[in-house]
């Protein structure tokens, strides 16, 4: 996580430091901080909080300078304090760091550095960098430009861990240094000025190229030119100077309170978006161009093995239901945050579906390098294609679902079971699936933007549910087939955003102790559309409420049995039973998100939480 900002160019820095820190700030916000090189000193400012609190600071305490870094905050070692903020300096004050991962041997470094008579300020990971790479700095004899480079090339070498950083040095002028390894990195040359970032969207407008860095090179640059070297000292290659398209910012919040609300609202345009073009009619299948893989070779795969974390492994599970069906072809799902710590059976014949809205998920790229290294086929599946994710991946598919700001993932999420529903239709296309039943699924793909603009059409329903059960002190989510990762995802909407425990079950699993938590005060969200499961599901609704349990319903209109059974009932529109997971999870949202409301809860900057966990 953490976000990092560098410029250096011809005039002040903090106007770019600071738009540009905000539009990171989804990779934390729990602080932020700034440091220019200002008359040959090193000026700071940091605030706890978002880039807002950060702004506030500055406009209390001005500065300005040229060069500039930037951090916005997602703590990992030591508490979310002042102290705690980046940059942090070395030991002369001189140099000022900014660091986005994990040093995993910070412990030892920084009793080195005791020893060696240092003495820190803060109780992060970071500082010792900072301390390490000026002490090699400092005992050596040019400190020029190369020094700094030498010295970081000196002291990484001793790092464990991963790192991207960002550093400038009093001394040195006009000159801004960083590095990466395991944590990304983009160097963007704008016509005046260059920039070091975490994330090529935090340039948006400003630099006409941009340089992906690789692991463990080292950028220095000036403000008119750059150049790469190796950690370990050996020759780097070439740099890739690429023409980027960041996708338009969501600027605002189009009239909604939050950026939650606006992308739940933005769902049927997303859907659209995501089917445009990729539907064949005439051949009655789904074509993703960028999979880069004939019908021949996709026909050749023996497995899929879908995974991801948290929200985009409830869509995995929910599409591993989905392409077993139409496809007939062995689907697994993986845990990305657990995948490389067992030894899965890989090989040529597997494909692993590497799913990420952000594609920059720390565990989720480590699948995907564990899985390359292991021989598989590699496919991202990520709304920012530019991504690591997009780009270290074979080939991939992208979301097309906008810039999802609210932490919690809601249009991606949608956007991410209808892509693995186009996978089952064009994987069963070129194996059994019959053009008839192939243009079933189509003509429902057609009605889905339609579908989930009616579900919406329910919010003050659901609202007025949200409000009858605000004051619950626990929920359980249930649901069965498809539905039963829907339910998963509808506890952890409801878990981030309201801060209430909640979880969620295949229904068939009450029996075998969820029951056990049934009581009056707890009520149950059961996933029960009109489907060949549905009496099973009034089943379990009945056992529920012969122990007194309130059960709210989530059903399909027209359905007469639910309303009489239980305390409240929502009925969406009727849809072909592989849709219904998508109007769940729409009604789902939408009642975590007015439960959050009502409980003044930060719906879009839930406590604690990342947009994009860039760590392990
Ligand atoms: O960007 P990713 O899809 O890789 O993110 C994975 C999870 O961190 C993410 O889905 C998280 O669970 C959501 N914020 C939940 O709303």
């Known amino acids: 996580m953490c976000g990092i900002v560098g410029t250096i160019g011809k005039t002040d820095t903090l106007p770019f430091l600071l738009e540009g820190l905000g539009r990171l700030e989804y990779r934390g916000y729990d602080s932020a901080g700034v440091a220019v090189v200002n008359e040959n000193e090193i000026k700071i400012r940091k605030a706890v909080g978002g880039v807002s609190r950060l702004v506030e600071e500055v406009g209390r305490n001005p500065v300005q300078g040229n060069p500039g870094i930037s951090h916005t905050r997602w703590a990992t070692h030591g508490s979310v304090t002042t102290e705690n903020a980046h940059p942090h300096l070395d030991a002369s004050g001189r140099l000022a760091l900014v660091h986005n991962g994990v040093v995993e041997n910070h412990k030892h470094l920084r009793e080195e550095l005791v020893g060696r008579g240092h003495t820190f300020h803060s109780q992060t990971d970071t500082e010792v960098l900072a301390h390490l790479i000026g002490e090699s700095f400092d005992q050596n004899a040019d400190r020029n430009r190369s020094a700094l480079v030498h010295a970081m090339q000196e002291a990484l070498r001793h790092v464990r861990g991963t790192y991207a950083i960002a550093l400038i040095h009093a001394d040195l002028g006009r000159f801004l240094a960083a590095a990466r390894s395991g944590s990304p990195l983009v160097l963007g040359i704008g016509k005046d000025a260059q920039f070091i970032a975490s994330d090529a969207a935090a340039l948006d407008g400003w630099v006409q190229d941009v340089v992906f860095l690789k692991d463990q090179d080292i950028a220095a ?19 890739k100077l690429r023409k980027i398209e960041v996708e338009a910012r969501a600027t605002g919040k189009g009239g909604f309170p939050h950026f939650m609300l606006k992308e739940i609202h933005e769902q049927p345009h997303a859907l659209r978006e995501a089917m445009k073009g990729r539907i064949i009619l005439e051949e009655a299948t789904a074509r993703f161009t960028g999979l880069h893989r004939t019908n021949e070779q996709l026909r050749d795969l023996k497995r899929i093995i879908l995974t991801g974390c948290g929200t985009t492994f409830h869509a995995a599970l929910a599409g591993e239901y989905m392409i077993e069906s139409l496809a007939r072809i062995p689907v697994e799902c993986d845990y990305a945050s657990e995948f490389r710590y067992r030894n899965a059976p890989l090989d040529s014949e597997t494909a692993v579906f590497v799913m990420s809205q952000s594609g920059e998920t720390a565990d989720t790229l480590a699948a995907l390098r564990e899985s390359k290294r292991k021989g598989a086929l590699t496919l991202g599946i990520c709304n920012n294609v530019f991504s690591t994710i997009g780009r270290e991946s074979d080939g991939g598919i992208g979301l097309r679902a906008g810039v999802e700001i609210g932490v919690a993932a809601t249009k991606t999420f949608t956007s991410e079971l209808l892509i693995l529903a186009m996978l089952g ?16 699924v189509i003509e429902g793909l057609d009605e889905l933007p339609g579908l989930v603009a009616r579900t919406l059409e329910r919010e003050q329903i659901i609202a007025s549910i949200a409000a009858k059960y605000a004051t619950a002190r626990n929920f359980l989510f249930m649901g069965r087939q498809a539905n039963f990762p829907i339910a998963l995802e509808g506890a952890l909407k409801m878990k981030e955003i309201t801060y209430i425990p909640s979880a969620g079950h ?20 059961v996933l029960a559309p009109q489907d060949e499961v549905f009496e099973k599901n009034i089943s379990n609704i009945e056992e529920i409420k012969a122990r007194r349990g309130p059960v709210i319903a989530i059903g399909s209109e027209g359905d007469k049995s639910l309303e ?18 998508f109007l769940n999870t729409v009604a789902l949202q939408l009642l975590a998100y007015h439960t959050a409301v009502i409980h003044g809860c930060d719906v879009d900057k839930p406590r604690n939480l990342a947009k994009s966990v860039t760590v392990e």
Request: overall charge negative; charged content about 20%.
């Open 221 to 239: 640059l000036d403000g008119e030119s750059f150049h790469i070297a190796k950690v370990n000292g050996s020759e780097a290659a070439v740099p």
């Open 564 to 581: 009489s059974l239980c305390d409240a009932t929502i009925l969406l529109p009727a849809a072909p039973t592989f849709l219904s997971p």
């Open 506 to 525: 295949p229904s068939a699993e009450l029996k075998h102790g969820i029951i056990a938590l049934i009581n009056e005060e707890t009520p149950t969200i």
């Open 425 to 440: 239709l064009m994987l069963g296309r070129i194996r059994d699936l019959s053009q008839a039943d192939a243009m079933e």
